[in-house]
């Protein structure tokens, strides 16, 4: 009997009959000792977050065979890393060896680059039959979308990184699947309370299983400087050893920041940093004298209040600041967007913002990136090209209408929808109330092209999930807050909005729970979510 065979039956034999019940995310609720129930039939082929563009299901199910195959194609590193990934994910539950191979039988599970001109650019198509799964696309981002569907297809103990009973099987039928918007993204606030490498790294693999394909850093604030800036080393060695709370901060050295880039990249996500110019900069006022006014350095701030810092605008040192900063960070940054915050500027006059924002938009063109700024931007004049990220409650701010009806495109983060630093209720722990307690289902009902009014549809290029951190400093901080609502953005962004309905939803982020805990994520267990514990 090989290894993984005495092990099962071992296991059978100790009357593991079904999965091992999981750690409820609410011990409270979760059977003392009762075993999971038995597991059921392979779940439903759409009950998958996001949920797919089309879904038919249709003949019997594919079951893994313990001497199946990853097939992928020849001669494209990028689709064998992606084999490479998904096998990582399915050897140590299995303990099923799954090697690669460049065969083109059509056995076990298949990786193909032939996706139809129909799953567009970030698309595939999965097609389950009794002797294969295929998962086909026209790019390796559209395979490692169709990897988080097979992933989530299988049952939540794939997800343990030790080995689990199967069967590991998925239900007959074919998804056709493409997003609705190109920038799908969530936001780390890496400013107030600095999250090492290994934290974002662990945030970005849970952003990959629901294709999120943007990571946005706010990198500056006034509590703490996080990227380094050869020509201005004051930024971090002084600027980036504070956080709030009086913490001891950190920072990205440039090597630290290219590892970041890269593993986003592997997962499929373009890192968006984003310097935060003119508040929200006494991190940097700390470090350099001569961005202030009076000449005179601040001193360091730990605390939480917004829009009592702002850079001496009229000042040429303050020119000098934005060239080398943005130069530098263009440079390290291969993805084309390059974010310069423009929000709560209330200490900077309004004729020195527009005069700022203007100029900073040209020094952004100068290094070959295309401007991001937090929807204030709108008050300045906007170069063509020039995304604005709505950060609003109201959906009436008119200016930023009417730079969408001239081109300027639209990233969605309506605080009241996608703040993930939002409370859930009152009594959750950690988090802010400014744009009131948000519950999943406010996260998941709303429609992109309506949050601004008189903005036209088709000048929204997607959605963004901010995740402020005043008051987060650790992954599992992160983790109660992104869980349950990210996925809930994530489907927002990603699937037609003719699929939308909280009801489905609500069925299908129940299913999501097991996987959750099987992954060590701590979600909140929200009550308008009727959770599954066994898996
Ligand atoms: N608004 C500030 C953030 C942060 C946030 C906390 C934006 C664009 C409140 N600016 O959101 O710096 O403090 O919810």
Redesign the pocket.
Known sequence: MRRRSVVSALLLSLGAGAAVPAAAADPATAPASAPAPAAAGPRPLGQVVPVPASVKAAGGPFTLAEDAAIHVPAGSPTATAVGRYLADILRPSTGYDLPLTTSTRRQGIVLALDGGADTGSEGYRLQSTPQAVVISAASTAGLFHGVQTLRQLLPAAVERDFLQLGPWTIAGGTITDRPRYAYRGAML?VA?HFHSVAQVERYIDQLALYKINRLHL?LT?DQGWRIAVSSRPRLTTLGGTTEVGGGQGGYYTKAEYQQLVQYAASRYMLVVPEI?MPG?TNAALASYAELNCDGVVRAPYTG?A?GFSSLCVAKAPTGAFVDDVIREVAAMTPGPYLHI?G??ARATSRVDYIAFMDRAQQVVARYGKTVIG?HQIAAAHLAPGVIAQY?GTKGDEEPVAAAARSGTRLIMSP?NHA?L??KYDEATPIG?T??GYTEVRQSYDWDPASVVRGAPAASVMGVEA?L?S?TVSESSDIEYLAFPRLPAIAEVGWSPAASHGWTSFQQRLAAQGPRWTALGIGYYPSPQVPWQFAY
């Open positions: 606030d107030r706010h604030d935060d929200h939480t917004v915050g929000d709560e937090w950060w605080a703040y630093d939002m802010k400014w744009a901010p402020w005043e």
